[in-house]
C-alpha cells in the first residue's frame, strides 16, 4: 500500500493557485486543497492524508474524512511537521510505503530518517498535472470511438437510427 501524507499549509504555500486563494481566504485554499488531493486519490487509488497545523488554535484537533482523503487538524501545541513524524512512524512497514509531500528541507530529513519518501510541492504538482492530461487523453479517445454494431447496416440506416435515438422523426 503506498499512503501519501501532505503537508497542507506548506503546499498551499507553494502552489501558485492556493497562494492566491490563501491571500483572499484561507478556507477556499485548504478546500482546493482537499478537492485535488480527492482527483488525486481517485485516479491513484493510494490513501492520502493531509495534515493542517492547528499549533496557534486552541482545542481544535479534529480528524475528517472526505472524498476518501483523511484530514488531520493538528492538536493544541502540535505543529503539523510533529503529526507528519508521529504518522509515519506508525505507518511505514514492510506493506507500507509513506511518501510525505512537503517542500520543508527539515522535515524532509527527518521522514528520511524514519524510511518514508519525500514529495517536494513541485514533485507533486507535476504529478497531478500529468494526471489530469492522462485523464483528458483517456476521455479525448472514448469520444472517437464509436460504438460497433454487431449487425452491418448501410450508412443510411444508421443515421436514421440515430437519428430516432435522438428523437429526431
Partial sequence: MIVLVVDGY????????????KEKDMGHARDRLIELM????AYSGHRVIIVFDAYYVRGIESKLNTRKVEIIFTK??????ECIEKLTRKLKNIRTQVYVATSDYAEQRIIFGQGALRKSSRELLI???NIEKEIEETIESHKKIRPQSKIALDQDILEKFEKWRRGDR
Avoid: P, R, S
Avoid at 480527492?38 to 486519490?41: K, S, T
Fill in 76 to 81: 493544541e501545541k502540535e505543529t503539523a511537521d
Fill in 127 to 129: 504529478e497531478l498535472k
Fill in 10 to 21: 506548506n503546499i498551499i504555500g507553494a502552489w501558485e493557485e492556493l497562494q492566491q486563494l
Fill in 38 to 41: 480527492a482527483e488525486y486519490q
